[in-house]
């Protein structure tokens, strides 16, 4: 049997939120870091759950754990940058073959996302969930004008799960100093092929007020399924 | 005085929305065409409106421009392609100096966006709004392997409006048989230089539910602070 552990980066500030921490706003009945928590403990593929944690949020995290009843669960103090919080997290995980790595205020993970992403990681050891952006993408430069028109049918917005072999993943975060907006951007930078498989437009990151209006419209539907 | 007109292309079916024709759906108390369309009507930088629509859009907004008083608006039939709909719309414009080209889609335009626009037109005859992207974005190839991962600080996602000189417009639609996504891409095809302005995220394109949730959102921000 694999064992896969899982990584929640979770420590942001939630500063495009008005500055409340928007890991803890009220979703559907339970915060919003329950979701994606609950949905890693109650999936059998998954071993344990490391999740990184500003200061505040550890102690808000530490009673929502025991209120809710988490038990693979466990938290660490993250740090400024997202790649800081994943790398205090690594530290923590215990002995895995494959480290899944997810976004803390992405609440809408299911099974099938973990599954697809533990699979499509296989191939080259490194998987991450995306969908077709549905923007037309320009790339610009200083002085705001159009330097490239990028072909859209190419383009993928990168989401979590984002699901690597451990070995390569600790071997990214021991070489790198750079900073990157994703897990894999780091994986890339050693040359290992990565291979995006499909997400879904509904498992969004909540980073604004208009998104958290998005969530809970999914969250009616998802209660209103269930 | 510079004339300017402006092109709303609205000919879409509404695939994602479930079938139904979105630009007519209730947003804040009035279709969500007209949103736009009476910024455009209030805004005393725009001579002139063309509407592009499908054939049964064309008999709704007949009604609603005479319900809603609209007076500087015309309708056309608008094409199976978005750029088919905008050639469309060119030919029944007047004699102008700058067209601006605004998806019907988007509700949430305003005086702003039109005087930025047309402002940063000067330059180099064209410009198009934008915003940062908010997504990591990857270029994959067929295989679904990771080609590239783009510098996220130097992608705008497009929005419009985008707002060209007449002249520059006419003749990208004049030698193009190529499909794009938005009408910037044509005119870069010329060699000509497009400039990006400050877009706004909340100036947004409503293609799903989802969105449509959002939008109404925004709908009652907008009137509680109107």
Redesign the interface.
Known sequence: MERVGAIVPAAGHGRRMGGRDKLFLPLGGRPLLAWCIETLESCDLVGEVVVALNPAGLKRAALLSEARGWCKTRACLGGARRQDSVAAALLLLGSVDWVLVHDGDRPFLTEQLIRDGIDAARD?GAA?A?VP?????????AA????Q??E?D?????QTPQVFRADILLRAYAVTGESA??D??LV?RLGC?????DGA??NL?V??P?DL??AR??ARRWKGAG
């Open positions: 080259t991450v995306a952006s549905k923007d037309t993408v320009k790339v610009v430069d705001g004008l159009v330097v028109t990028l859209r190419a383009l993928r917005a990168v907006t994703d894999a951007t890339e092929q990565v291979r995006l498989y437009y509904e990151k980073t604004t208009d209006v998005v419209a999914i």
